[in-house]
């Protein structure tokens, strides 16, 4: 019976590592690191779960389980706060490139001054972007 807090606490560790590396990655790395960080924190969770599923109820949770599953939740809660952000930050970048492209595919805005864009046969939605400025 002394494996299974072991075992137990070494998935609650890796779990909180996996969280605390996927919020550093989300704080100032690549996507694709955090993509990376993201798939190892699935696998860590499923490692805990299984872990939760061996360890059952009884007995009763260890000081230092507690301990590790108190630094786990932290970084859990810290792990959300900062994806949240991150996928605000996203949808905000999303939601402007979007008008930006909106406002240039505009018919009224390749109209002559005074002229109704009312789709004339010569009227060719357009839109550039310039690369280099």
């Known amino acids: 019976m002394s494996g299974a807090p072991t075992f137990f606490i070494n998935a609650a560790r890796r779990m909180t590592e996996s969280l605390q590396k996927e919020t550093a990655l989300a704080r100032q790395g690549s996507l694709g690191d ?4 993201a798939e190892a924190k699935k696998i860590a969770l499923q490692q805990f779960s299984d872990a939760c599923a061996a360890r059952g109820r009884t007995p009763a949770a260890t000081d230092a389980e507690r301990s590790d599953l108190r630094r786990l939740l932290s970084a859990a809660d810290e792990n959300a706060l900062i994806l949240e952000a991150v996928s605000a930050t996203l ?12 406002a240039l595919a505009d018919p009224g805005t390749y109209t002559l001054p005074g002229r109704p864009g009312c789709g004339s046969a010569r009227h060719v939605l357009a839109a550039r972007v310039d690369a280099t400025a």
């Open 91 to 102: 949808q905000d970048l999303a939601r402007k490139v979007r008008a930006v492209a909106a």
């Open 34 to 37: 955090l993509a990376a960080a």
